[in-house]
């Protein structure tokens, strides 16, 4: 079984609807990150959360809200979905000793 | 705040030449470097890390790169490209904020022709 996994793999929507992508892990990891990726762009960090009470803003968090509820799960959710959100989205973790980060498969979300 | 250069979006290489893709860092604190890998349609994997110690690391599938302090580089280098090679790698700094996270360069795609 996979250790960090994402719920959908992909999903189309429309433009003014609300989205919610999902991802759990396995890992026991404290740290959780959610990064949107572009083409030419790298990945780029949403929100990051470092235990359950301690959720930070990233580079690019405006449209963007989350949820860490519970350990093991980290929620983002886009409240009114537009088409330049269009990308794949990764979840990841990491542990407080190395900073070494594991990621899930991505999520392809298409705003049409 | 911490930043990362990758020189190339794209490199090519023929089947059994050396691959080598670059990669320069800016930090006001000593680095933590990470090279991942992706290959299509899946999450990233890392390769390689360093942290502390010796400066050439090595790392999964016979990819290793030097830290080099001096000219603020972390170049991953292969002696001899495998066509599984083929995928896109992306070099990421360890932050020098409070919270550390983790900030990606924008990816180099390398193609390793037969």
């Given amino acids: 079984d996979a250790d960090v996994t994402q719920t959908p793999r992909n999903r189309i929507t429309k433009t003014g609807k609300r989205i919610m992508l999902e991802c759990s892990q396995t890992k026991g990891h404290d740290r959780m990150y959610w990064y949107r990726q572009d083409p030419g762009l790298g990945l780029q960090l949403i929100y990051y959360s470092f235990d ?15 949820s860490r509820q519970a350990q093991a799960k980290f929620s983002l959710s886009l409240e009114s979905a537009i088409p330049n959100q269009t990308a794949l989205y990764f979840c990841a973790t990491s542990d407080l ?10 999520t392809r979300l298409t705003v049409l | 705040a911490q930043s990362v250069t990758q020189l190339g979006s794209h ?6 030449a050396l691959v080598l893709l670059r990669c320069n860092y800016s930090s006001s604190v ?42 603020t580089s972390f170049h991953l280098t292969k002696p001899s490209a495998h066509m599984s090679d083929a995928a896109e790698y992306f070099c990421a700094v360890r932050g020098d904020t409070g919270r550390r996270a983790l900030t990606f360069g924008s990816g180099t795609r390398l193609q390793v022709q037969p």
């Fill in chain 1, 52 to 66: 359950v009470k301690d959720i930070n803003k990233g580079e690019i968090s405006d449209g963007y809200s989350v």
């Fill in chain 1, 97 to 106: 000793l190395n900073n070494e980060q594991f990621f899930g498969p991505g």
């Fill in chain 2, 11 to 16: 490199v090519s290489v023929s089947e059994g």
């Fill in chain 2, 30 to 71: 000593p680095p933590y470097l990470f090279w991942y890998v992706q290959y299509p349609n899946q999450g990233l994997q890392l390769l390689l890390k360093y942290t502390t110690g010796a400066t050439l690391v090595k790392g999964i599938n016979g990819f290793e790169a030097e830290f080099k302090k001096s000219e």
